[in-house]
């Protein structure tokens, strides 16, 4: 993601991603460590930089949608945090450095997730506080936050770990995997951009859209990553590649091979093209962003 | 805790506690099981007891703070959830039952605590949406889930608990002991108080002098588990007994010895009860609680 735009964006959430937590003091400085080196592990800030860009596509400041931002950021490094511990996938490499619980050991790093994770509502609910003199965009947030706690949940990001854990060495449905896709990965992206949304002061009519927009994104995110991990190199990747396959996870490509998986790719990058292109003359950040993520495997 | 007032708002939580999670379809049974499984395991529910009392003494209505009170339940829950995992306290039983990992495994235990911690704030979110149209009660909501993200958060139980990790096998020192207590136990225990209060709608020195209670019975809870843990049986205790001098944890009992502690808790919880019996003659319900849970180790 080189375009302008994505890198302002995402530079914003990078000044801003210490910001929003709690002080912690010194007696809990670890903590405090485990946490940072995660938040600043270099990652592309997907999430967050949608939902500023949702933000402002709605007509909204999106210096005032920051503290979501990063909240949506905390909530998306806990995950990634949890799931690379030893019981989950036993991942020793992240975008490059040594994962969390390799770095601080797995009872910490087991607390920063939690703690990433409680932060992140901490920040929505403090923020909330602000906007007790504007009932109007005290409302706003009230739904920004209950979107992303869907999407972070046991309806959500939850269930499709859940499933994902429990689809390893079987060989899983077509409705499993999609099930996977959409909760693991699509349903923090859609919540993303429905809560910038929110936040922008969208109508019905652009929630839907972006929420169209946000599912394809996401299911061919997904799709992409799981391809790279076939076919990519692990300077690429940031990560162990290959480990689907090891691990015997539910992928497209070891469901359906790499031919069928990139067309099914390219389609939903399309289908979301589509989404926005077709209705909005301003849509031309979302329209890029999905072609770059979807030529990572070009 | 057998006084009639105490089982009225017990039950209560007990009838409701599944009712404000997320409805998980059935692709997610699993978790769903493992998150019930520690929800239903009978603990005291004093958290969610002292959130509806608090709500009521401030004169609200306690069946419109369920969802908070349920809320603090869960965020409990997963805590101790975590905290039992191999790679923290390595707890194989819990209020008299073998904890979740020992039922569902590592990973499913690392996810259903995370559900319930996300539940929380999700139920919490979602009952503020049906309070768009009274601003009064929604900003009360809204101060009532920042307590509890607080008390939960990096300032809150969570520094308790990393605090807690890094005494292990040390001598520490009366400060880092305090501190432990304070936060990984007291700060739940004051959010619940402070939560309740609010939405009771309480004034500035109802807060205040409810804070203080907490604060000491919180206090005084923590040092009274931890005289059981020397000195009670694992059926009083429903978990293992001299852990914490297996485990060399920092506590009361194993720096000061036990009649120290027992002096210490009695301590506490006769400033607990001063805090509201100097001011109020409404307090009977908090004067007894507080005496019922020092009596344990009498």
């Given at each position: 993601m080189q375009n302008e735009e994505y890198l302002r964006y995402k530079n914003l959430v990078d000044e801003h991603?210490?910001?929003?937590?709690?002080?912690?003091?010194?007696?809990?400085i670890t903590l405090t460590e485990a946490m940072t080196y995660s938040l600043k592990a270099?990652?592309?800030?997907l999430r967050s930089v949608l939902l500023l860009a949702a933000c402002d596509f709605c007509g909204g400041d999106e210096k005032t949608a920051l503290p979501y931002a990063c909240a949506i950021e905390y909530i998306h490094t806990y995950s990634l945090i949890h799931d690379d511990l030893p019981a989950m996938?036993?991942?020793?490499?992240r975008r490059g450095m040594p994962t969390n619980h390799k770095v601080f050991g797995e009872a910490m790093a087991i607390l920063a997730g939690d703690g990433l994770l409680t932060s992140a509502f901490e920040a929505m609910n403090k923020d909330m506080l602000l906007y007790f003199d504007n009932v109007d965009l005290l409302k706003r947030r009230v739904r920004a936050a209950y979107e992303i706690s869907k999407g972070a949940g046991c309806r959500g990001m939850i269930a499709g770990q859940v499933a994902d854990v429990e689809a390893e060495n079987k060989q899983c449905t077509r409705e499993i995997l999609d099930y996977i896709h959409l909760n693991k990965t699509a349903a923090l992206i859609k919540a993303a951009v429905r809560a910038g949304a929110y936040l922008g002061g969208c109508d019905k009519k652009m929630l839907e859209d972006l929420d169209a927009y946000a599912e394809n994104i996401g299911l061919a995110f997904q799709i992409v990553d799981d391809i790279l991990d076939v076919s990519g190199s692990e300077a690429e990747l940031g990560k162990r590649v290959g480990s689907d396959e090891a691990n015997q996870k539910a992928t497209y490509p070891c469901r359906y091979g790499l031919e069928e998986s990139k067309k099914k790719a390219n389609e939903l990058t399309e289908n979301a093209k589509h989404a926005l292109a077709d209705y909005y003359d301003n849509a031309e950040f979302f329209i890029k962003l999905a072609d770059e993520l979807a030529s990572r495997i070009k």
């Open positions: 991603i210490l910001y929003f937590l709690p002080d912690i003091d010194h007696k809990s270099g990652g592309k800030m996938d036993n991942d020793d490499l």
